[in-house]
């Protein structure tokens, strides 16, 4: 049964690939079609004059055994790295200044990141009530409502700018931060569900983001998904642009036909199943003659424009300590970027040991009008600003960026209607998947956790065809 049927995933990224990966152990036939010339996606990563540079994820949570399963497997278990313990340090940048992000009640009491009056309402979250309609709550009111605005404005603020380059008020608690909205579905509060949560988790072997290790590869994030394209041998396609997918009407077995094209030539392909991990946007693209409101919630998803600025100095010009993950910024603090990974301090391998590297992320949702002022202006503005807020006297040796015009999948308020759509879309037309960070969440850990789901989703199909 397997070996009769074809499956073709769309998309070359993490999660085509580890999809792949599950499928090719099990037996089915598999081939996947990459507009690129390269696996990988997002994960992107160059060395320039001694420095690694990772223009997309700069690391990974392991938040499922999925991830390390995959690197045993695919022979990269050599390669892989854990970030220095010296990075678990956090900071935010409040009226100019570096303040560590506290992790225990003592330091939190003598943090001068919240005033008193913000410290006194967070332990008020224990009598906080569950909220009536979480589908339609932003982590703003959620966060506002639970803990208070201070807590907002400068911890939840930057935090949602540094991992989804969003906006508070606009992203779905439910659907961005399930696991957060969660703990007061089920438990009531916040505190409660971290005490009683973290059970359950250690019943699932699976950790928490907070607790999770960090990880990435000696030659950085791209080594991951090159691996697991290397064993997947001849079945991925490379440079090849997909235009449409359709119902094979000369088919007799309900065959799906690919159109796409290669070096300038149109080609087609027959295929039982498909999987698409590609970006809602060329989604809805794809298979938009399939359905018009399809479409519709597709083009729906906001990506907003974000850019990685990566930044190389001498140590010795700089003169705030490295002790840490890197800082946030909370947007009242009004900065041209959204803040930094201190990225050779969390793997010392990225540069020589005179050397620092840094990343920094510029505009996301907070600001994507930014990207209409020239390149150069928006690079001088962040590295004078970052440079002011490190204490560092001199200019970057090395400067690299990449413009990401469509960055990251904004899980905005009303994203359940989306995602109930997708669901509807798969069972009106069988054998179709939607894969990608636009479902169930944007982490490589994410993608790496809903690969699974995708090969339990065909293993379901082929059961009850």
């Not at 999809?19 to 010339?37: M, N, Q, T, V, Y």
């Not at 409040?94 to 967070?122: C, D, I, Q």
């Not at 607790?211 to 490379?238: D, H, R, V």
């Not at 201190?342 to 793997?347: A, L, M, N, Y």
Request: proline content about 4%; charged content about 25%; glycine content about 8%.
């Amino acid at each position: 049964m397997k070996s009769k049927k074809q499956i073709t995933i769309l998309g070359a990224g993490i999660s085509g690939l580890a999809a792949a990966h599950w499928l090719r152990k099990d037996g089915f036939e598999i081939r996947i079609l990459e507009e690129k010339s390269r696996p990988g996606g997002a994960m992107e990563t160059i060395n320039k004059d001694g420095f690694l540079v990772d223009f997309g994820p700069n690391s990974g949570l392991e938040t499922t055994p999925l991830i390390r399963k995959i690197v045993d497997e695919v022979g990269l278990s050599d390669q892989m790295i854990y970030a220095s313990d010296i990075s678990n340090k956090r900071f935010i940048l409040r009226n100019n200044h570096l303040h560590a992000l506290p992790t225990t009640v003592s330091v939190f009491l003598k943090t001068k990141l919240f005033s008193l009056k913000g410290k006194l309402r967070l332990f008020g979250e224990p009598f906080v009530g569950r909220s009536a309609d979480g589908y339609y709550q932003s982590i703003a009111h959620f966060v506002q409502r639970r803990l208070g605005k201070e807590f907002l404005d400068y911890a939840i603020d930057p935090f949602v700018s540094g991992v989804f380059a969003g906006d508070p008020h606009k992203l779905s608690v439910k659907s961005a931060f399930p696991k957060l909205y969660r703990l007061e579905e089920i438990y009531g509060g916040l505190v409660k569900g971290m005490i009683r949560g973290a059970r359950e988790r250690k019943r699932s072997l699976e950790e928490s983001k907070q607790s999770a290790k960090m990880f990435s590869f000696i030659n950085g994030m791209q080594s991951f998904p090159e691996a697991i394209a290397n064993s997947l041998s001849n079945s991925i396609i490379y440079d090849c642009r997909v235009l449409k997918t359709e119902l094979n009407t000369e088919s007799k077995n309900g065959k799906w036909k690919i159109s796409y094209e290669k070096h300038g030539t149109r080609q087609e392909v027959e295929t039982d199943f498909v999987i698409s991990t590609l970006p809602a946007y060329t989604a809805s693209q794809i298979f938009g003659s399939l359905s018009t409101d399809l479409v519709k919630h597709l083009d729906d998803i906001y990506y907003p424009p974000v850019m990685v600025l990566f930044l190389g100095f001498n140590k010795k010009d700089i003169g705030t300590p490295l002790d840490g993950f890197g800082f946030l910024i909370p947007s009242k603090e009004k900065k041209k970027f959204l803040g930094a990974i201190w990225s050779s301090t969390i793997f010392p391998n990225r540069c020589e040991d005179d050397k620092a590297a840094f990343t920094l992320f510029v505009g996301g949702a907070r600001s994507p009008q930014l990207f209409e002022t020239d390149i150069d202006i928006i690079i001088d503005n962040a590295v004078k600003e970052f440079k002011e807020t490190m204490k560092i006297t001199a200019d970057p040796l090395l400067i690299r960026y990449k413009k990401w015009q469509q960055a990251i999948p904004q899980y905005n308020l009303g994203y359940i209607e989306h995602e109930n759509y997708f669901d509807k879309f798969e069972s009106e037309n069988s054998g179709i998947i939607l894969g990608g960070n636009y479902r169930g969440g944007i982490s490589v850990g994410d993608c790496v956790k809903n690969s699974e789901l995708l090969f339990n989703k065909i293993k379901k199909l082929i059961e009850h065809g």
